[in-house]
């Protein structure tokens, strides 16, 4: 079966570091994504992992272990406008034919 | 910045009624997918489609459901006799798939349809 879990609720403090951990196990791995969602809009996209290692882009970076079905998104120096829902999600190739299978997402509250 | 557009933001709909909901993908994007998430709860797939033809869908994806790409540029979902459990944000969403650029295999989303179903 697919089973993604990620933490429900986080807060931090602005200013602060959070990071966000992911597990998985899934079927047809082909790489894991870390979109942002503000409520009532679309998931954009912050970063993709393909091979194990840590992937910086500006404040955001993201870390995958393929073999321990783990990730984590690493947000440093927050802002109130990061207060959103951070979704995990596994790119799943089967048949060459790929699709996301998302977690629940985790509920980032940032305070002054 | 090249977007995906979805088209209405908002439809309500009576119980058994169809409804149509649209969108624009990228246009060098070769693949596209719907997605939807019920209000509260997580983003599932529904399907995927390449080359004019479903690639892949999920067990929600029953017989209710259809997809087209009647022209160049718009890909549709329909629902044909809508239940009140089809409540949700729909969002589509494409990508190049060029397996050579991790940026290729980036699903860039829409704006969402919320669809109401009373």
């Known amino acids: 079966g697919q089973n993604i879990d990620q933490p429900t609720e986080m807060t931090a403090t602005e200013g602060a570091i959070v990071q966000i951990n992911c597990t998985y196990q899934t079927s047809g791995f082909n790489g894991l994504f870390w979109y942002q969602q503000h409520a009532g809009e679309a998931p954009t996209f912050l970063s993709y992992n393909v091979l194990d290692?840590?992937?910086?882009?500006?404040?955001?970076?993201?870390?995958l272990s393929r073999s321990k079905g783990y990730s984590y998104l690493l947000l440093k120096e927050l802002q109130m406008k990061d207060s959103a829902s951070y979704l995990c999600a596994v790119h799943s190739i089967s048949g060459g034919y790929n699709k996301l299978i998302f977690g629940a997402g985790t509920r980032l509250a940032v305070h002054p | 910045e090249p977007e995906v557009t979805q088209t209405p933001s908002h439809q309500v709909t009576q119980m058994g009624q169809e409804v149509i909901l649209r969108c624009v993908p990228?246009?060098?994007?070769?693949?596209?997918?719907?997605?939807?998430?019920?209000?509260?709860?997580?983003?599932?797939?529904?399907?995927s489609f390449y080359n004019n033809e479903i690639s892949e869908k999920s067990e929600i994806f029953d017989d209710q459901f259809s997809v087209e790409r009647p022209d160049g540029s718009n890909?549709?979902?329909?629902?044909?006799?809508?239940?009140?459990?089809?409540?949700?944000?729909?969002?589509?969403?494409?990508?190049?798939?060029?397996?050579?650029?991790?940026?290729?295999?980036?699903?860039?989303?829409?704006?969402?349809?919320?669809?109401l179903v009373l």
Request: charged share 25%.
């Open chain 1, 53 to 63: 290692g840590l992937e910086e882009k500006g404040r955001f970076s993201s870390f």
């Open chain 2, 26 to 47: 990228i246009s060098n994007h070769l693949y596209f997918y719907w997605y939807r998430q019920i209000l509260g709860q997580k983003v599932e797939f529904l399907v």
């Open chain 2, 75 to 115: 890909f549709t979902l329909k629902i044909r006799s809508t239940k009140l459990e089809d409540s949700a944000m729909y969002f589509c969403a494409s990508s190049e798939r060029d397996r050579d650029r991790v940026s290729g295999e980036t699903q860039y989303f829409g704006p969402g349809t919320r669809l």
